[in-house]
């Protein structure tokens, strides 16, 4: 007999779909799910931006800083001392802030207008309310002096390669005396003469005297000190065969370093502490301006007197000789608006410097 097999079927379910309640819960989900996701994406993106930005204002304050102290911890320094007397016997046509010595460093207030830069809006320009200072200083050592004809007003240096060129303001000093001038006539890594005469250049030379002291005594030979001689006094530096009797004393000449540092318009926007130098272009002078830091908003100054009872304002200072001290507050911002109210990152920082050549 055929035996046929057969299965038992089973019921099959009928075909479900997904019910409009279960479809929103679904949806509710995925969008806290979503919003949980980009919730955590901004707050991540806001928190890189923050700190990238914080990174960026603490290297442009330690840029800054770093850079403005170099050169006001050198100013009013040179090589033989701060207690000798001093002349300056450069023209000064009132713009050339550069050429004036005036104690080595001179500070202005928001609302005080620096020689040869004015406030303005234009790039470059100096940002109204904000501070600023000019220092000037030697260069380094200086280069000795072997022998000084002032009839001639001729300084012959104990080498040719002194690095001075016709145009640039030079400080020549002993342990008694020291005068600022122009040099008129020199030939770097060639000849050790340099001349300081009346008559050339720009600003140029009021006098061929070093002597005296200020205001200089502007006639053509004006008042005559021979450097190196024991007090100028050239009679003094007759040959001696015995060196125990020599009368020379150490002298030096070196050319001035003048920079200015203020806040001005940076050219891509916003404000940047600016550091201005001066630049002998064939014998001709020029200030050049340049950026240093950018996102440098604001920038107050405070001086400390020898001896003063604290920190005052440039418009509060009068004896810029005896500054020992200063006080640098900059405002600093960031890049990039960040967080809710759509601001930019901004920190005030201070810093203190001691200028070197006036510590006890």
Known sequence: MN?????????????????LVELMVSLVIGLLVTGAA???FVTNRQTYVAAENL???QEHARSAFEL??????????????NDVTQVNVVNDDGSAWYVNWNAGLHGYDGATVTPGLAFGTSAGSRVAGTDAIDTRAFVDD???IVDHVAASAQFKLSTVNHDLNDG???MACDPAHAAIFQVTTAQPGINDTVVHNKGTGTPGNCSKGLGGVDPADCSTNGIAYTFGCLNGDKDTCADDPDPKKS??????VAKLQAARWFIGNDPSGGHSLYRGTVHNKAGTLEVVNSPITQGVDDMTLEYLVDKGDGYAAASATTDWRNITAIRITLLLSGQDRIGTDGQVLQRTLEHVVSLRNREP
């Open 3 to 19: 035996m046929i097999a057969y299965r038992r079927r089973l019921p099959v379910a009928p075909a479900r779909g997904v019910t």
């Open 38 to 40: 980009l919730t955590l």
């Open 55 to 57: 990174g960026r204002v």
């Open 68 to 81: 403005m102290a170099r050169d006001l911890r050198e100013a009013a320094g040179n090589a033989c001392g």
């Open 142 to 144: 200086g280069v000795q």
């Open 168 to 170: 640039d303001i030079a």
């Open 247 to 252: 009368q020379r004393w150490p002298a030096f």
